[in-house]
């Protein structure tokens, strides 16, 4: 994504990418829509 960094929002992408496997299965068990979460986690990083 261009970033210098690696922060938090980072991070939960990489969660999110995991789905069900490994720890994203903690956020669909707490009723996280997925695809939302990672469309407000990209729009926050790209602007």
Same mark, same amino acid.
């Given at each position: 994504? &261009? @970033? $210098?960094? !690696? &922060?938090? +929002? %980072?991070?939960?992408? *990489?969660?999110? @990418? +995991? &789905?069900? +496997?490994? /720890?994203? %299965?903690?956020?669909? @068990?707490? *009723? !996280? /829509?997925? %695809?939302? @979460? #990672? #469309?407000?986690? !990209?729009?926050?990083? $790209? &602007?």
């Amino acid at each position: 994504m &261009g @970033a $210098c960094y !690696v &922060g938090t +929002e %980072h991070l939960l992408l *990489g969660i999110i @990418a +995991e &789905g069900r +496997e490994s /720890d994203g %299965h903690i956020l669909l @068990a707490l *009723g !996280v /829509d997925i %695809h939302n @979460a #990672r #469309r407000t986690v !990209v729009g926050v990083l $790209c &602007g």
